[in-house]
């Protein structure tokens, strides 16, 4: 290059200045005029190597939301937030929801100007696997600097992979750097920026603490997510492929057997587009197969086990066997405490395992501390290790370590459930503090107790079979578990019966029957007992025997069998008393307080549920008492001590809440009861929604269907009438599926007595007629009495008055055969009314006197001025005008002292017509003139005109 000699040259080339914009350069940069430099390629820096977004990717808009947000530019260093990560299970979509922010992310103007950078650190695969030396080294090389320029030293690299990033940022070309699949957290580190411009997203298998990240813990999808993403990633290869649509019920079942792991449904959806006439039931049928099911989720080279070995291998031997032997445990999750037992293992040293086993996601965190559990995938892939190692025939291994689990499972329920023994003593302490302890314990394993047990029976080891769920049995009460017991007690009467233990029958024969009364399958409850009473009498066991006739009386209640009952619970208390049981007197003698109460000897059945609330006090038996007090309750109402009744009930309430009791949704129930006959209506309906709500809770369908007709009732007395109508509806239904002829009964009762308020009168008829059939097939004669009239009520409002007077006749035979006074005198009084319709005359009249005197009695004072108004016309048509008029003057009486005008009014009207008859017209005008002066005081012109007629027939119209 040659220089010109001349000065005005030089004035030129002072003038001369070289600026360079618009790029970072990490080379030798040559500035002047008419220079010739022949230069290597150019080397572009790689920015733009994201791989591309699937389209099918679901379901995961929360978490893309909180990542972009993590991602977003700041305009302080305080803003500045640590670097986002995502942490998972193999193959659930870890990489993908990274690839779908960063895509996001790089559409969002001025967020990343500089593009993005992306390295898979192959973090699980042994073969693959890039130092963090190679990463940086790739990266640098895509940032734009010539390899001659890369020192080879790690600590080298950082300096200058970060001061490159930093220039970048200075230059306003802010990157994002997606590290994926990172092992561990010396693989990912050296890749962070730090310059507090530039971002990176980290994913990995392990929850990597030390990175100074913050972790998104990713999870399966849940079922819709799930099933779309299966349609999505099957039309994504057959678009018109309708199969999922078409039969949404096996995409399900697919997306279920898949766990909602988004690599199992990618298979699955290459395998259905592989042949596209392969039926979506046909792959459910055979993913179904536990054994075959991770050979069913391959496709070419990609498989879901594969994926899971990735983690597998990286595990050291001692956590290694441990993962292998959790699927040991046949429940949905596990207890540090309970993996100790399996693995005979030190507690401390198993946690640290299972905590190592969470950080790899072979394993996730329960719903609280210490609690663990297995992706349903991840657990077949455990077992299958297992059955194919040394465990399943070494010491230690599955057999003995499913021994040791049995072992620590009954030991440890015993001393839970032995807390709900209100006689037992804890003076020299059992394991659990305290009550509220044992049951905590009890409701998190209760899952896995019944799983083992069922485990146990099909192992053959029966007398687990047995133990477990006769240990289980106070628990299965208390918490209302009716429906889990039966096929718990069931099982364990096969295995008692398979190790012939007559003792062990006799307990698991007393169990399911309560359990199957509290479902009410009463008969099979009363022949289950039947059968334990007789093998305790064979066995000469007293004590056996007065249990099972105490359970077998109650049973018998539930069959509305009450005289048998009540012979059968004397016998049982006799039994305790004379063997000294002062507890079980007590509580035999709540069940016989019910009984005669049922039969209506009310004095009798409240001296017996004092004495066993009683007893239950003195014995410290805070549940037992509640109950008895709720029972001593129900007694009270039905013979009208309301206050009483009221004052046990919330007592009842008071200690089912003290104690957690699950049956608290009868002791509100019973409470509501209480106030609605106290007339304290809205309180009564809030009782019983609670009542409601707690019985929904326990999934105790015979106490919700009792709720819900009690609830009807209420909602009706403040106006809420479609509301009632729909408890009611609801507790027919209940009680329908639950085969409870009465109840369903009482609930057709009540609906037809709701429909008749609301002008259905056709429908209440419908409904009125079975009701009356099952009471009298039960023999429940009160209830049928009561059906009847609500059954003669719907054919009055027809005016089917020929139908309902024999209707109204058979009601009254019954409730004056069962002495039930106000009953009857509603009865009377309707069957009065009726014939008087017909013009049955004589016959209203010997039905209206006593139940004038009925009414009187109760001090119903507008159904006497109702009732003597009938009696009056009907006294009037058989022309016994004296008493007529006599009858007529007490009903103007009664209506006057009530304020009640218009039936007062209705009352001088045909007091005017029946004077006018007896000639005595000076007498009738003056009560037909004041007639017309209150309909006229009350604007009723109807009745006005009707009076002025009359008064213009005896001649003083005007």
């Known amino acids: 290059m040659n220089r010109p000699d001349d000065r005005h040259a030089d004035d030129a080339y002072a003038s001369v200045s070289n600026r360079i914009e618009g790029g970072v350069f990490f080379r030798e940069v040559i500035m002047g005029t008419n220079i010739t430099v022949h230069l290597p390629p150019a080397i572009t820096p790689a920015l733009s190597g994201l791989p591309a977004a699937a389209p099918t990717f679901t379901g995961r808009d929360c978490q893309v939301r909180d990542l972009l947000q993590s991602l977003a530019p700041v305009t302080t260093p305080e803003q500045v937030t640590p670097t986002p990560g995502v942490t998972g299970l193999g193959g659930v979509g870890k990489t993908e929801l990274a690839v779908q922010v960063a895509a996001q992310a790089l559409k969002q103007p001025g967020w990343f100007p500089g593009g993005v950078l992306f390295v898979d650190m192959f973090g699980y695969d042994n073969e693959r696997r890039l130092s963090p030396e190679k990463a940086l080294d790739q990266m640098l090389r895509a940032l734009g600097m010539p390899g001659e320029h890369i020192p080879a030293d790690l600590q080298a690299l950082t300096w200058l992979y970060r001061s490159v990033l930093r220039a970048f940022a200075e230059q306003g070309q802010r990157l994002l750097i997606v590290i994926d699949n990172a092992s561990d957290h010396g693989q990912a580190s050296p890749l962070l920026p730090t310059d507090g411009v530039n971002r990176a997203l980290v994913t990995s298998r392990e929850t990597l603490g030390l990175l100074g990240a913050r972790f998104l813990e990713l999870g399966v999808l849940d079922l819709p997510d799930a099933t779309v993403l299966l349609h999505r990633a099957l039309t994504e290869a057959r678009p018109t492929d309708s199969r999922v649509t078409d039969h949404p019920d096996d995409a399900a079942a697919i997306a279920r057997l898949c766990g909602g792991l988004p690599l199992a449904l990618r298979i699955t959806a290459a395998l259905l587009a592989e042949d596209p006439a392969r039926p979506l039931a046909a792959l459910a049928e055979d993913l179904q197969d536990e054994h ?110 499913f021994t040791s689990l049995l072992d620590y499972y009954l030991s440890t329920a015993q001393a839970a459930c032995a807390h709900l023994d209100p006689k037992a003593d804890f003076s020299t302490g059992n394991g659990f503090p305290d009550r509220d302890d044992a049951l905590r314990w009890l409701d998190w394993e209760y899952p896995n107790l019944s799983a083992v047990a069922f485990a146990a029976h099909n192992a053959g080891r029966m007398a ?203 002791a509100w129930a019973n409470l509501g009861l209480a106030l609605e006959q106290a007339e304290r209506f809205d309180e009564a309906a809030s009782a019983l929604e609670r009542s409601l709500q707690l019985l929904r809770e326990t999934d105790d369908r015979h106490g919700q269907s009792m709720a819900l007709g009690s609830l009807g009732n209420v909602l009706f007395r403040i106006g809420r009438s479609n509301e009632a109508i729909s408890s009611h509806r609801e507790a027919a239904e209940i009680c329908r599926d639950l085969g409870d002829r009465h109840g369903e009964a009482m609930a057709m009762t009540n609906l037809a007595s709701a429909l008749r308020r609301v002008g259905e009168f056709e429908e209440a008829v419908t409904l009125c007629r079975p009701a009356v059939q099952a009471f009298r097939e039960l023999a429940d004669r009160p209830s049928e009495g009561i059906a009847l009239n609500n059954l003669g009520f719907a054919l009055d409002d027809l005016e089917r008055w020929e139908e309902s007077i024999p209707v109204r006749q058979r009601a009254l035979e019954l409730f004056r055969e069962l002495g039930d006074g106000k009953n009857e005198g509603a009865a009377v009084t309707c069957l009065g009314m009726a014939l008087v319709h017909l013009r049955r005359f004589k016959e209203a009249i010997v039905a209206l006197q006593p139940a004038v005197q009925f009414s009187r009695r109760a001090a119903d004072r507008h159904s006497e001025g109702m009732l003597l108004g009938y009696l009056a016309d009907a006294l009037r048509e058989e022309d016994r005008l004296e008493e007529a008029v006599s009858v007529g003057r007490a009903t103007v009486r009664v209506f006057r002292e009530l304020g009640d005008r218009e039936n007062e009014g209705a009352a001088l009207t045909n007091l005017g017509i029946a004077l006018g008859r007896s000639h005595r017209f000076d007498e009738a005008v003056t009560a037909c003139a004041s007639a017309r002066q209150i309909f006229r005081d009350t604007g009723d012109r109807h009745n006005e005109e009707k009076v002025l007629l009359i008064l213009r027939l005896l001649g003083a119209g005007g």
């Open 292 to 401: 075959c099911r991770l050979d069913e989720l391959s496709y070419v080279d990609t498989a879901v086990r594969a994926a899971f070995d990735l983690s597998y291998r990286r595990l050291p031997a001692e956590e290694a066997r441990l993962f292998r032997l959790l699927p040991v445990n046949p429940g949905p999750d596990i207890s540090t405490e309970a993996t100790a037992a399996l693995v005979q293992g030190k507690r401390a040293v198993v946690r640290r395992r299972l905590e190592a086993l969470a950080r790899s996601h072979l394993i996730e965190r329960g719903a609280s501390y210490g609690r663990w559990r297995m992706h349903d995938l991840v657990r077949l892939f455990a077992e299958e290790l297992s059955s194919g190692h040394a465990d399943s025939l070494e010491a230690g291994g599955r057999g003995p370590a």
């Open 464 to 666: 687990s079979a047995r133990d477990l769920p006769l240990t289980l049995e106070r628990f299965l009460d208390w918490r209302r578990h009716f429906h889990h017991a039966i096929t718990l007690q069931t099982m364990a009467l096969e295995a008692a019966q398979e190790l012939e233990d007559d003792y062990g029958q006799t307990r698991a024969l007393n169990a399911l029957g309560c359990a199957l009364r509290e479902v009410r399958r009463v008969q099979e409850a009363v022949t289950a007992h039947r059968r334990a009473a007789r093998m305790c009498q064979v066995a000469d066991d007293p004590f056996g025997e007065a249990v099972t006739l105490a359970n077998l009386g109650n049973s018998l209640q539930a069959a509305r069998q009450f005289e048998e009952a009540v012979t059968v619970l004397e016998a049982a208390t006799l039994l305790f008393q004379e063997l000294g049981e002062v507890y079980s007197y007590g509580m035999t003698m709540g069940s016989l307080g019910n009984a005669l109460s049922h039969m209506q000897r009310f004095e009798e059945a409240i001296h017996a549920h004092r004495l066993a609330t009683q007893i239950c006090k003195d014995q410290g038996d805070r549940l037992g008492e509640g109950m008895m007090l709720g029972n001593l309750g129900n007694s009270l109402r039905r013979v009208g001590r309301f206050e009483e009744a009221l004052e046990a009930h919330q007592e009842d309430v008071r200690i089912a809440g003290e104690l957690g009791d699950h049956g608290g949704g009868r």
